[in-house]
């Protein structure tokens, strides 16, 4: 298994950096090219969209124009009455919480565990190094 990794002479694995270049372009050649799959990720985006939108109706109930409710006021400079804290926050806090409760409900530790396997296998990576890509793509930016 090891020879597999590194060769004697210590040259890259070519056949995993081309399989790693090759996969997301051809991810993207099937998105593209088979309407199923564009339409599949449309309706996701659309979920990502309506959750935005929940958020934002949530927080202009609780906090009224603070968290994008009707101005009480005229906004005499375009962009001013944007509060961060009240605005980009709570659907950043939603979004983090999303992996809390795939988690909990068991969804997150399968798919993780799934795809540091494929990871494992088509690369020849180590448990440990196949483990933290796998994990990084679901709760990477939270």
């Known amino acids: 298994m090891e020879a597999r ?16 270049l090759a996969l997301p372009f051809g991810l993207a050649a099937l998105i593209l ?18 959750l935005q939108r929940a ?3 949530g ?4 906090f009224g124009y603070f ?8 906004e005499t400079t375009p962009g001013a009455s ?3 804290a009240f605005r ?16 909990r ?8 565990g799934a795809l540091a396997r494929l990871l494992c296998r088509r690369f020849g990576l180590s448990a440990t190094a196949g483990f933290a890509p796998a994990a990084n793509v679901f709760v990477g930016m939270v």
């Open 55 to 57: 958020t934002e109706a």
């Open 33 to 50: 090219c088979v309407p199923v799959l564009g339409s599949a990720l449309g309706q996701i985006g659309s979920g990502i969209n309506s």
């Open 59 to 62: 927080m202009s109930f609780v």
């Open 67 to 74: 968290g994008e409710g009707p101005l009480p006021f005229a």
């Open 88 to 103: 980009a926050l709570p659907l950043i806090l939603v979004v983090g919480a999303l992996p809390a409760l795939l988690y």
């Open 82 to 84: 944007f509060i961060l």
């Open 105 to 112: 409900l068991g969804v997150l530790p399968f798919l993780v």
């Open 5 to 20: 990794r590194h060769s004697a002479q210590g040259r890259p694995p070519w056949g995993a950096i081309g399989l790693g």
